[in-house]
């Protein structure tokens, strides 16, 4: 088993930065890839990155590509994503993923654990 707990996310202006962090507990993640979604209100959850823990080989979605870094911290066993000149659209519920596989997926189906998620809210 493992759990994932994500850091508290926040209001920012358009244009500023955010970093959220994902500590996690339980089995070694170091077999695992990794994901970051996010659900904004009355729509489905949706791919923002994901990285393969092993390698950190990263993938982003077309939308956050350029402003969004993941990266990881193995002797932490935490996963960050720093997001920088947000938009009022990045406004969402944020959410880390971990699967059973040594690679990253952008399916959010493909994931077996999941945080409790994080509020972030862009102001314009």
């Known amino acids: 088993q493992v759990q994932l707990v994500e850091s508290a996310g926040g209001l920012v202006q358009a244009g500023g930065s955010l970093r959220l962090s994902c500590a996690a507990s339980g089995r070694t993640f170091i077999m695992y890839g990794m994901g970051w979604f996010r659900q904004a209100p009355g729509k489905e959850r949706e791919f923002v990155g994901a990285?393969?823990?092993?390698?950190?080989?990263?993938s982003y979605a077309d939308s956050v590509k350029g402003r969004f870094t993941i990266s990881r911290d193995n002797a932490k066993n935490t996963m960050y994503l720093q997001m920088n000149s947000l938009k009022p659209e990045d406004t969402a519920v944020y959410y880390c993923?971990?699967?059973?596989?040594?690679?990253?997926?952008?399916?959010?189906?493909?994931?077996?654990?999941w945080g409790q998620g994080t509020q972030v809210t862009v102001s314009s």
């Open positions: 990285i393969t823990w092993s390698t950190g080989t990263t």
């Open positions: 993923a971990a699967r059973r596989s040594s690679y990253y997926s952008i399916q959010r189906d493909d994931y077996d654990y």
